[in-house]
């Protein structure tokens, strides 16, 4: 069947009583933040987003029995999440310590004397959106003003005493509650309207509270999958960007002219990607007790290669971005190629594969990521449910909306964490007549062995249908260039003493292969984060050679990336378009 093919056809009762099947799915990952030498976790964000994020995108679906979602998680996030909440649970039942400096600001009595750590402090407290996340909370309003202006005054900062960092802290925590915690927890409405310091009872019972949502994240989820309320699927266990682990040159596909690392080749690449595939299905069934049915697969990154790779491991669906469609479209044979009337709201096949590939709607995606924030919460819902009733009747008739965007970003520049927005979208998209929520692998269960087929497709992302935001800007190749090059010698280090546990070395190397740490590199990010995330990235390179029994090269002393730019969100995420 050529890619100009019908998709499924019109339902009985004509065009008037076609649905139009709408999928929305939310994507959560984060990268490995622990570091196992130093036995802490270098950067808050797994926690943070559990107790905001993770917490309330699971209320909104208890609170919605007639909405289906698909939601994705990356394996490595799901055993950060566990292990957060058995940390929590050790320090509170037998004082254990919690080996993260920013959480454990909550059992501290005491804070240092020096200006570095104190500043430290400051810095980290006043990381979140300001007018969603600061200025709501009176206490935490009045302490941050002190705070900015102790940034620039070393006589202010050392003498603050230590009740005001430690009431900063308690504040910080309270700013990324979500919402339905909030709304369900009478202390927590009184201690967001505290004007007066905290009390160590309060920090422990506000501890307590974060242990307790955190180690309830996993079993909701895997409550609502049971009951058939929602879809989970799974991405490769450390988030790497596939294509380009199979084949780096596979990055021209899309940019002809793009300048690539040193190196020609990711050493033993499909080896490591079918090793992130295996080890994520085993973390996924091990968490939620059945195998997933689908695959995100990292930054929706995708070519031949890696389609015909997932569809060995029998999974019914995948998804990738809308451009990586229309310049596979556009790479058809023939004259008559390119996007056509539906081209995007169909699910299609790789020829000869049975598993349906599903293409994000980039304006409706990215409306809620990037352009919602600031509307009143109905006027964003009915402007949502406008487009997609102008999509309903177009062909093909009974098309699929795929709206996939991740679950943990855009709610901090929402009100009320997007509280509003989600309520009002999943009934509006619940009770609609014409539009009908599902998840992929119900898609697939009406169409399975229809639809058209592609024969090859453009390597891809769902950003801007490249993988520019990886690979191509010199500090991007410069992170790739380390990688490859601590890849090459653990591989030599494990030819040369057969007695090295290759299973030990296999999980700290999939770590250095996420995507996030690239991601951050360039200098259009803000240069803070870049920081954070670069310094992460040389030290877990470094932990893999000292695993292998190496000496740490010279050139994991040298700071990859500086940043310095200003970027929507902070960063923390992308248009699907370039000019959207």
Sequence with gaps: MSAE????????????????????????HQPQYFERERGVYGLPWTYLHAIKDYSDMAAHLEAAPDARVVVNFAPILLEQIDDYARRIRAFLDHGEPIPDPVLALLTADAVPDDAAARAEIIRVCLRGHAPRMIEPIPLYRALAGIAQRAQDDPVLLRHL???FFLDLATCYHLAWLGAAVRRERPEVQHWLAQ???????TRRELLELIGEVIAGIIPRYRSLAEQGRIELSFTPYAHPIMPLLLDIESAREAMPDVRLPQYSGYPGGEDRVRWHIERGLDVFRKYFGFAPAGCWPSEGSVSTATLRLLDEYGLSWTASGQTVLANSLAALPGTDKGPHDGW???PYRLEGSEMLAFFRDDGLSDAIGFRYADWHARDAVEDFVHHLENIVDAPPVGGVVSVILDGENAWEYYPDNGFHFLEGLYARLSEHPRIRLCTFSDVHARCAGQGPELPSVVAGSWVYGTFSTWIGDPDKNAGWDRLIEAKQAVDTALRQHPELNRDALAEPLAVCEGSDWCWWFGGYNPAGSVSDFELLYRQHLAALYRRAGLAVPPALSLVLSTGGGEPDT?????????HS
Aim: proline fraction near 9%; include cysteine; hydrophobic fraction near 35%.
């Design 570 to 578: 902070g960063g923390t995420m992308r248009r699907g378009q370039a």
């Design 195 to 201: 004007e007066q310091g905290f009390e160590p009872g």
């Design 161 to 163: 005493d230590a009740g």
């Design 5 to 28: 093919a019908p998709a499924a056809p019109e339902p009985a009762g004509g065009e008037s009583a076609a649905k139009l099947d709408v999928v929305l799915c939310w994507h959560m």
């Design 344 to 346: 995007l709201h169909r």
